[in-house]
């Protein structure tokens, strides 16, 4: 009787939306078919899955399952993000990736995947999957905007003060049953009367901005095409300047844009040239905005004093990342968005995007990167100069 109903559905609509297609068979009493199939790919966390609201790791499952089957969905979750996400492809209609955990949707993979029509990024930062080619297929590609920002933001100004306080060693010779202070003094400073400025003033940007204000920085300096309004550069006391005065003036450096066409490779040796000696970074944005080899030349120069943040290009980062090793670091693994309390609004912001996606109605706009074949956010579109 199902196939008879969806044969009628679709010479009714001929629109094949599963939603509707759902909607008709329970009008008719019939059982729920398999409707969409929706992969997802996430980290595994073995053991420490067994906290609950660490929702966002495979064995979680983000929390969908129940709410996926019950509306008739096939639900698919792996961390494998090669060949069993390749062989799930070709008949997925909604993919679920994330940041921490990126599998990396390709030109090529959105070419194997023809029933492709959403990508739900769990968290925030759509660069894993090819824009322009989901652009090309008419794929919408959807995140859960806002939802970490506060996360990352006490990120950074935690590896800031770690940076320019010169914590990592300082914790080094505790674990080790040393105790030297002039080694570690005779690198540490404070914060406050430093020129400190962020690329990018969006929502992470201008948190950042705002937790250190209290720190009574010598100037807070920002650069961003979408220039802050009169009153929020007032309140923060921060002022809008270009991105070669920025990286020239400051002794730290936040990064706090996307990765897109114009980042990829932004800070690269011809600006560690410019850069003020002794300068700190911290990059939580994306680790392709820093050319790998150019930064560790420069940290091993002395041109960067230190760098921190939790982003690499690719993730997981190999053992033989040469970040890990270079000198007078202060890098994490990529958590600074998944922090529980953040796992639990992407969680609940993925399933509301796909609640508007089944039931035909419109995803928050704030939520959207491409749709229709365009780009939705402004973020990801930087003007020609
Ligand atoms: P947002 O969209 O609110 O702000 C980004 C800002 O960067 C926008 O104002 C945009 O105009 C600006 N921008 C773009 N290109 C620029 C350039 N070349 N120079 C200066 N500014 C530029 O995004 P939000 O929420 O602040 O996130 C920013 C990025 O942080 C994400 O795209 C993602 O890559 C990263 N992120 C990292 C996380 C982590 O766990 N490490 C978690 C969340 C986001």
Not at 249 to 267: S, Y
Request: proline share 5%.
């Amino acid at each position: 009787s199902f196939v008879r109903a969806k044969k009628t559905f679709l010479s009714v609509t001929h629109a094949g939306n599963s939603s509707l297609l759902h909607k008709f068979c329970q009008s008719l009493h019939t059982s729920t078919p398999s409707l969409a199939k929706v992969v997802a790919v996430l980290y595994e966390a073995g053991a420490a899955a067994k906290e609950p609201r660490l929702l966002g790791c495979k064995e979680n499952e983000l929390g969908l399952r129940k709410f996926l089957e019950s509306r008739g969905h096939k639900y698919i979750v792996m961390s494998d993000k090669e060949k069993l996400l390749d062989r799930e492809l070709p008949d997925t209609e909604v993919l679920i990736t994330t940041p921490f955990h990126p599998a990396y949707v390709t030109a090529d993979r959105i070419a194997m995947s023809p029933k492709l029509k959403l990508c739900v990024t769990a968290g925030v930062g759509s660069d894993h999957v090819d824009l322009h080619a989901a652009n090309k297929a008419k794929i919408t590609v959807a995140e859960v905007t806002g939802s970490n920002v506060v996360s990352v933001a006490e990120h950074i100004v935690m590896q800031i003060l770690a940076l320019v306080r010169n914590f990592v060693p300082a914790y080094g010779q505790v674990i080790k049953g040393e105790w030297n202070v002039g080694d570690i003094a005779k690198d540490a400073f404070d914060l406050e009367n430093k020129v400190v400025g962020t690329v990018g003033a969006g929502r992470i940007g201008y948190r950042v901005l705002e937790r250190l204000k209290p720190f009574h920085c010598k100037e807070l300096l920002y650069s961003d095409y979408q220039p802050l309004t009169p009153e929020m550069e007032r309140a923060v006391g921060v002022k809008h300047v270009s991105f070669e005065e920025l990286i020239q003036r400051c002794d730290v450096i936040t990064i706090n844009c996307p990765l897109h066409d114009k980042t990829r490779n932004l800070f690269n040796k011809d600006v560690f040239d410019k850069v003020k000696t002794g300068v700190y970074i911290v990059n939580t944005a994306r680790g392709a905005i820093v050319d790998r080899d150019a930064l560790v030349e420069a940290v091993k120069s002395g041109k960067v004093r230190g760098y921190a943040g939790d982003v690499w290009y690719p993730q997981p980062a190999p053992k033989d990342h040469p970040w890990r090793y270079m000198p007078r670091h202060a890098m994490t693994p990529h958590y600074s968005g998944t922090t529980l309390d953040a796992q639990m609004r992407y969680a609940e912001g993925t399933k509301d995007i796909l609640e508007r996606y089944f039931d035909g109605r419109p995803i928050k706009p704030e939520d959207l990167i491409v749709q229709d074949g365009q780009f939705a956010s402004k973020a990801y579109v930087q003007p020609e100069k």
